[in-house]
């Protein structure tokens, strides 16, 4: 059973910091990541995705790479903002089966 | 584009007793998911559906069922609750599960207590 580990699970940073949050899993045999972000009492919305065959994606002042030989990715945030307070989940949508595999996430606060 | 939609937002029920939750999708989406999130477990997947007709169960879908009547509804039922499905539950679709447009686009969650 594929196992999605996130680290750390709480990261408080001072706003314009860049920062990086971890996410390894145990089965390389995965069609693509995704990252997620979770507000306080709200759904999850897609940030990147990733498929199995690329290396990296960016949005904005974010970047999603993917090392399937080392079963781990890691989302890059740049000058960091409040508003990027959040809890990021990291998920991965394997070769076989229906369900996404999700990490537990880490909570980020980002402090004026 | 109301995009994906949950009835209702929070609800409180005491054990024994029956609901059905509603996900409603308007972007013309083949699969549907529930997810169930609880503290330190992240989110597991109860039941999905790969288009209007079907279901199939997830990694946690005892004490549910799902039906998929129309294509942009998918219910999920719990016919008589326990205080272990206390839970916030998460309706998601895609438009395919791989391949391009397979981003699952999530619901706002309904919060439920079970007393």
């Known amino acids: 059973k594929q196992e999605v580990t996130q680290i750390p699970a709480a990261l408080s940073v001072p706003e314009g910091e860049n920062l990086v949050l971890n996410c390894s899993f145990t089965?390389?045999?995965?069609?693509?990541l995704q990252w997620f972000r979770q507000d306080p009492g709200k759904g999850l919305t897609s940030l990147l995705l990733i498929q199995s065959s690329q290396r990296e994606q960016t949005s904005g002042r974010l970047n999603a790479s993917l090392d399937k030989s080392s079963g781990r990715s890691t989302l890059y945030i740049a000058a960091s903002q409040p508003g990027d307070s959040a809890t990021y989940l990291c998920?991965?949508?394997?070769?076989?089966?229906?369900?996404?595999?999700f990490g537990k996430g880490t909570s980020l606060l980002v402090t004026p | 584009n109301a995009g994906v939609t949950q009835t209702p937002k929070f609800r409180v029920l005491k054990t024994g007793q029956s609901m059905t939750l509603l996900c409603a999708q308007d972007m013309n989406h083949e699969y549907m998911y529930w997810y169930r999130q609880d503290p330190g477990m992240g989110l597991r997947l109860i039941h999905y559906?790969?288009?209007?007709?079907?279901?199939a169960k997830g990694e946690v879908p005892d004490g549910y069922n799902v039906s998929r009547l129309k294509k942009q509804n998918f219910l999920l039922g719990l016919e008589s609750a326990a205080p272990s499905q206390t839970s916030v539950y998460f309706c998601a679709s895609s438009y395919r599960l791989r391949g391009t447009q397979e981003t699952q686009y999530f619901g706002p969650g309904t919060r439920l207590l079970v007393l």
């Open positions: 998920a991965l949508n394997s070769n076989s089966g229906y369900a996404l595999n």
């Open positions: 089965d390389s045999a995965i069609y693509n």
């Open positions: 559906s790969v288009g209007e007709g079907t279901t």
